[in-house]
């Protein structure tokens, strides 16, 4: 049991399809921790089991989610909930919920807190947790964070500034969305937390796995484009001095000109000068945005 949370402050959103296994203990276990009923929602994606019969014999709240997936049924969610701060957490009993008062506390310097899925790893099944440390090093390097689980199941957002993805979220893979969107909005960290073994079966791929990969790369490309177009520049540039430098050393040592290499070598060079020019450019208007963002935000 720990000190109550008060229900005007944080909504509990459990994403659901097909869980009539793992609803019930979720949701128990919330409310012998001391949240009310009334601050979960269960967001159910046409559940085809007693999963929704379950969770409304709990007395939490129950809607149907917009659209299909998992992705749209958090973004349902976030639509319907008013309270300062949102923590999504599977209802397959995987996410022990004892540090959600620890998140909570963290939430006045941080747009978003993550239950990395440090302790109970060998719950995870192999291939996701390789996949996992993959995408989670992808999204790293890309975003500039150092998250150790960007896609774990369980994380806690500021609701307001969350909203602020509705009209624009793609729909890509919704835990590094959520994360992408966030680490533009403010700081993320995250905190140990504990996963246990899934009750009832799982609805992911490997295949999945591949599409959330090339789903950051696209994020990257939504809401960074400065890392994405540096690194293409830095791709173009560095072969184009090469080449360019052979064909100096040949041209004017040697007084051998070469016809394609030189134009070649050209290209690339000014291909990656011209991609560096626009990574500064996306550079200075993302840093006017956050000045435009800020000066808004102090004026309220
Ligand atoms: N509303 C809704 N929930 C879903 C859908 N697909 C999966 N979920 C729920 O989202 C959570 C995460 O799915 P899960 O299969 O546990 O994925 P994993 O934890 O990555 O293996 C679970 O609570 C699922 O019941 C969907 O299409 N709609
Ligand atoms: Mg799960």
Request: charge should be neutral; glycine fraction near 8%; charged fraction near 25%.
């Amino acid at each position: 049991m720990q000190a109550k949370v008060d229900p005007d402050k944080l909504t509990i959103v459990i994403p659901t399809k097909d869980e009539e296994d793992g609803i019930g203990p979720t949701i128990d276990e919330l409310i012998q921790m001391g949240f009310e009923p009334g601050q979960i929602l269960v967001v159910d994606g046409d559940s085809r089991d007693r999963t929704v019969e379950i969770a409304r014999s709990k007395g939490v709240n129950v809607i149907r989610q917009d659209g299909v997936g998992k992705a749209d049924a958090i973004l349902t969610a976030l639509k319907n909930v008013d309270t300062e701060y949102m923590l999504v957490m599977d209802g397959d009993y995987t996410y022990d919920p004892s540090k959600i008062g620890e998140m909570l506390s963290l939430m006045d310097k941080y747009v978003e807190v993550i239950g990395a899925r440090v302790e109970g790893r060998e719950n995870i099944p192999w291939i996701n947790r390789i996949g996992n440390r993959i995408l989670t090093w992808i999204f790293n390097t890309l975003f500039g964070t150092c998250l150790r689980d960007v896609l774990s199941g369980m994380y806690m957002v500021n609701v307001e500034k969350a909203k602020l993805m509705l009209g624009k979220a793609t729909g890509f893979s919704i835990e590094a969305e959520i994360a992408a969107h966030m680490s533009c909005e403010g700081d993320i960290t995250d905190i140990d937390i504990r996963y246990r073994k899934r009750v009832g079966k799982p609805k992911l791929s490997v295949l999945d796995g591949v599409k959330i990969g090339w789903n950051i790369i696209k994020l990257t490309w939504y809401y960074n484009p400065f890392l994405l177009i540096f690194t293409l520049g830095t791709l173009l540039l560095i072969p184009g001095i090469i080449i360019g430098a052979y064909v100096l050393y040949d041209f004017i040592f040697l007084h051998k000109l070469h016809r394609i290499l030189t134009p070649v070598s050209l290209i690339f060079t000014l291909a990656g000068l011209i991609s560096f020019l626009f990574a500064i450019l996306f550079l200075y208007l993302r840093r006017m945005e956050l000045r435009v963002i800020r000066a808004i935000e102090k004026r309220r």
